[in-house]
């Protein structure tokens, strides 16, 4: 724009209207030849022309424009198109008037828009001489060309990122993934302090200075971007010495930095505890990854740490190494981190010795890896057959399919492999979990195996110290069979763990009344009285030393109440026969202690088991 027209300077009108304006962030969607107000202040937007995608800009991005300006007789006032030069300003940041901050944030690129502004939102009651009268409406004819994204990355004003070039998806970089940049920083007065045509480094250790790190979380694949980084994301009060190929920064200095993603590797954690990591070398097509079960083909590489290869099949045109998953046909580690991969994906498996050969020594068909070695693997998925879903079965298979699974957590059981039973027999279940299309030959099959599956997978949980899962598998069982012995004697048993003594011996009382016989029953609850008599010692030792110490405290009259209600309280929650003594004094009344001992009848009302003595 001409110098002297001042459509930057809407101070005034930022001043009088920030905290009037309630704006929704999009603009309103409109076909063209519409007209529709922008929020509520009077602002009206007409679409001359549609303009591409979805993406609007946003405050802190700098945009490109032509326009026209005209009053509302017709009058024009300033044009970019007249120069025949576009005008460019930041979005949001008063370097406009307030109607261009808001409407051009609803414009997408290339779009052509025909904006209505009344005065409050444009030079108001003082105008613009001579061009622009006092309270007067404008119209601009606007087409947004095009912007650059500037975004406050971190939010604190420390690291500004402008796009140059866009990248390429949507993913960005985890602090895991290993990157690789170009990238040349610069001193505000232009000298290059740093340079590379391409350096790879792990985003969690960061590179140069913090705001490399920063910045890469937030780019896509390709992208080029201009950062401006402040000294608390660069080198600080303290500055950095010339090194190598890298000059000196001065103490407090701003650096400019141009910064290229090149690409990255995918580094994922494959275990919860972060003993097998997986880098993806290269991505692999479409969605699908092996299930439990699945017969997968590999090339693959084991090299213990120090480079020594111990295994390698499938290179040089040898014969593909073949296993089916979650069968142990090879380390817990591989196993579990092939089932995260793509057809034709090659990754880099680092795999700790729990998870790989443990604490012995194992000698492998190219050399012995030593106890507790923590191995690698490259690995390339070539091809995978799913073993079947429940969804491709009829009823004949998925009752087969479910007995085979509960045979396999059987053997698994017996072995003492508790983790992998469980996960057998869930799986048992879920063959046969929906039965609304069996006949009632095969609801009777599935019932049973459901049963057993449940049954089974309890114990696992009893092993594993799941108490929860192993009531609540129990729980399951009971609501398809309200007779189950064994259902009863296994809930029963994680009810002791979880500390619920009552529903523990409701569910032994249960399983006698119909086994009387039964010596697993016989036993536990004989184990199940000596723990309810010795938790009710621990009790009572621990209120009768409460109330110990309050009757030594004393109180006045009028706390009385409140004790006694305390008392009472206490009475119920720990199930003990109180024996209180109240006594008068001229001045107070208090409460004390006197003994307390574990009442015998659960029917007994809590009034008769209080005894107060005046």
Known sequence: MEEDFELPTGDEMMMNNDDQLDLPDEGPMLKVGEEKEIGNQGLKKKLLKEGEGWDTPDNGDEVEVHYTGTLLDGTQFDSSRDRGTPFKFTLGQGQVIKGWDLGIKTMKKGENALFTIPADLAYGSSGSPPTIPPNATLQFDVELLSWSSIKDICKDGGIFKKILVEGEKWENPKDLDE???????QLEDGSVVARSDGVEFSVKDGHFCPA???????MKKGEKVLLTVKPQYGFGEKGKPASGDESAVPPNANIQITLELVAWKTVTEVTDDKKVIKKILKEGDGYDRPNEGAVV?????GKLQDGTVFFKKGQDDSELFEFKTDEEQVIDGLDRAVSTMKKGELALLTIAPEYAFGSSESQQELAVVPPNSTVCYEIELVSFNKEKESWDMNTDEKIEAAGKKKEEGNVLFKAGKYAKASKR?????????YDSSFSEEEKKQAKALKVACNLNNAACKLKLKDYKQAEKLCTKVLELESRNVKALYRRAQAYIQLADLDLAEFDIKKALE???DNR????EHKALKEKMKE???KEAKFYGNMFAKMSKLGSLESNVSMQLKLILLIATMSKFFIHVS????TRYRSVCLLEAEPFESEAEPIEKRMIFSP
């Not at 990157?179 to 920083?185: I, T």
């Open 179 to 185: 990157v690789l940049v170009r990238y040349e920083a």
């Open 212 to 218: 490399l790190a920063r910045a890469v979380k937030t």
């Open 297 to 301: 083909k590999v090339k693959l590489i």
């Open 425 to 433: 027999y869930e799986k048992a279940v879920k063959y046969i979990e």
């Open 514 to 516: 119909i086994d009387p």
């Open 520 to 523: 697993d029953v016989k036993l």
């Open 535 to 537: 938790y009710n010692k």
């Open 582 to 585: 109240c006594f008068a004094s």
